[in-house]
């Protein structure tokens, strides 16, 4: 081989000095993507999520030979012994629901504390039957043996070896002993409220945590503790996430809806939370219904009431936005009759031919709602006229969806119909009959529709409540059971629903002059308001975002609510 010529030396040079420099200069590479896949692989092959290195069947060997002779002959066994503490084998429990053999394999393994990596292994074998074995789910012996087994794990967990490259796992329990302490997913809940979804991605990745774990129920409790723990305006902000959180899990659902339930009836100011009263109707049926008492009767009266409130509500804007002809005077009538939806006791709908076999989605869900209450309407013909039956004070009042209908409101205990049969005419031999005790057109005349309403409800209703407190009694009506509260008082011009309206008698405290002048402003433009401010909520007032009224409310310190639809006070 002929030597370089000095030339051909100092070129080489040169080249190595620009390739050291132009390496030197290149950035670190970021290998988190390929160690994910590296620690896939191991799990898959029985590395790093097995532990044990072993097929099951050695693994259940070594059990069986533990439990003959309560002894561990090394540590290789002791490792595979570990691993096996939840296995089932026949007739046989558990090892760790053993009363008398698992303590004897703590004080085995704890005999190989001075062979340092060979005891990690063993201890991270007990650590996964800590995190497989349901201590909720556990016999007597299973329940101390686990406790104890917690103990254990988290005194040791100090003296691992760390030395070298630690495994993945070991640095994932570092960073997670909470989870050997007797809360020990305290700290998940309302980091996860807020969406910190990837904290239980380790957990799930190198601790076997899966979904039939009890860390997984553990930590779902964990989420409804920071949940109802949160002030109102927390709360309203996480309510989706733990809406969402309910519905997906269906074993745990009913005992976390009781408590988000009650916990948000004690909000101020109360509002309509659609998806939450849409969860617990589709898990529980409807509020009001007898039939139900068995899930509704779990949460506090006044929560039930609320929802029982928040359907009805639901229903009536149902039912005039898809089943009704005039839509813009609909409004109006949803408007209005939403002021009595806290004092209607009862609700039917009878659907004419047209709704009742409608196919479409928002026809099919609207039938499901109304289930239990839904009867097919015998229009004479008229396929697409439908009607919406309430019952008030003693009263059973009827509203038709076609145009040119009047209101017609009967004595429930005479009425000439009967709600329980399958089909009820909407003709004058029924919802019409000429027995009514109130016949009311929605025409405005000299003056708005609703008022007239008003006074002329104001006027049958109170007569009831009279009525009711001489011993008349409407135990015979045809109306479905009775209501799930006392019998309504008498109805004022001006109604809003309980969960939003302050209790009908307390001490008022003296008014200041700025007070007064508000009370009068708004009974000048005719607003409705509700008073919650001694309840911790705000006060009030119903009316339009760009009404007449719209500047005045603004001059006078009230903003706009659009998830309420009406303005309050700023404090």
Known sequence: ????????????????????????????????????????????????????????????????????????????????????????????????????????????????????????????GLLDGYVRYDPGRATEAGRRNWTMLRDYLNDNLPSLERSGSMPDWLSTIDEHANLLGERPCDRYGAALLEGDAKLLEPLRRDLSMGDSSWLTRRIFEAQIDAAVKHDDRALRRVMPRVVALV???????????????????????????????????????????????????RVEAETRQMVSSWLKLSLIEKFFSLLSEDKLNDQ?????????????????????????????????ALRKAMAGKLLRLDNGGVARNNAFIMRLA??????FGEHGNAMYAFDAAAAPFDLRRPSIAGNRTALKHPSHVARITHTDGGERWERKFERRL??????????????????????????????????????????ARPQEARQVAPEPHGTRDLHAFLAEHRVKSADLRDKGGSLWAYAPERGPAADGLRSRGFAWSARRGAWYLKS
């Open 247 to 297: 519905a997906e899990h269906d074993l745990l659902a009913d005992d976390a809806l009781v408590r988000v339930l009650d916990r948000w009836a004690r909000c101020r100011p109360l509002e309509v939370e659609a998806e939450l009263r849409d969860l617990s109707v589709a898990r529980w049926g409807n509020p009001w219904l007898e039939r139900n008492d068995t899930q509704w009767t």
């Open 458 to 499: 104001a006027e049958v209703l109170g007569r009831a409540d009279k009525a009711s407190t001489t011993g008349r009694s409407t135990s015979s009506s045809p109306m479905a059971a009775p209501p799930i509260r006392p019998a309504p008082i008498p109805i004022p011009s001006a109604v809003s629903p309980a969960w």
């Open 394 to 399: 003693g009263h059973v009042v009827v509203e």
């Open 1 to 124: 081989m002929r030597p370089l010529s000095p030339r051909s030396v100092k070129l080489a040079e040169r080249m190595r000095s620009v390739a050291e420099a132009a390496l030197s200069s290149m950035p670190d590479p970021d290998l988190t993507a390929l160690r994910s896949e590296v620690r896939q692989l191991k799990a898959m092959l029985g590395g790093a999520g097995a532990g044990a290195g072993a097929a099951p069947d050695r693994v259940r060997e070594q059990v069986s030979l533990f439990r003959r002779s309560g002894t561990l002959p090394d540590v290789r066994a002791a490792r595979l012994v570990c691993w096996g503490t939840t296995l089932r084998d026949g007739r046989d429990p558990a090892l760790i629901e053993d009363r008398e053999r698992f303590p004897g394999l703590i004080d085995g393994v704890d005999e190989f504390r001075d062979m340092r990596r060979p005891y990690r292994r063993c201890w991270r």
């Open 332 to 364: 109006r009538r949803v408007a209005f009759w939403k002021r009595y939806v806290d004092r209607i006791d009862d609700m039917h709908f009878a659907l004419g031919e047209a709704a009742y076999t409608n196919p479409s989605a928002d026809f099919r």
